[in-house]
């Protein structure tokens, strides 16, 4: 199993307005790294080709999320924080038990977050409930990639 170390970055930049006039914004992005320094630098990697001018990582921290459902579709654009509650029954005390986790969901609304999510633990064991479903402010996600599973956009 592979654990994921995610960071939050918000990274400032400037975005050309339509009368040409240029704007600073901060846009928050999700970045997979065994570190700080090393989400500094990967989502600097990540944002750099798409940036005019000057990029800079104003604020980084750890993002806890146990699990992410992508989707492949470009109607999928945004993404959704759940907040799932799993349900156990203590064998001995018969008490109920509750843990939560939240996790993440490439959808393009909040109904296709849910239905995502839902099929996505179609194969678990273990009961649970959905707490919450928010749409973050993320504009993309960089999981790790080994250099082996990297594939081209094109190729010849």
């Known amino acids: 199993m592979i654990m994921n170390n995610w960071f939050e970055c918000k990274v400032r930049t400037e975005k ?8 600073k914004v901060t846009e928050p992005y999700l970045v997979d790294a065994l570190n ?18 000057q990029l800079e990582v104003v604020d980084i921290k750890r993002a806890r999320y146990c699990e992410m459902f992508t989707a492949e579709e470009e109607s999928c654009d945004k993404w959704y924080k759940v907040k799932c509650v799993f349900v156990t029954l203590d064998e001995k005390t018969q008490a109920e038990k509750r843990t939560s986790q939240q996790m993440l969901v490439q959808a393009s609304d909040l109904r296709d977050a849910v239905r995502r999510f839902d099929e996505g633990m179609k194969g678990s064991m273990i009961d649970y409930e959905i707490a919450l479903v928010q749409e973050t402010p993320l504009l993309d996600v960089f999981p790790y990639q080994t250099r082996d599973a990297v594939k081209p956009e094109y190729e010849a």
């Open 16 to 23: 050309m307005l339509e009368g040409g006039a240029t704007k």
């Open 36 to 53: 700080f320094t090393e989400a500094e630098a990967r989502i600097i990697e990540e944002i750099t080709p798409f940036c005019n001018g």
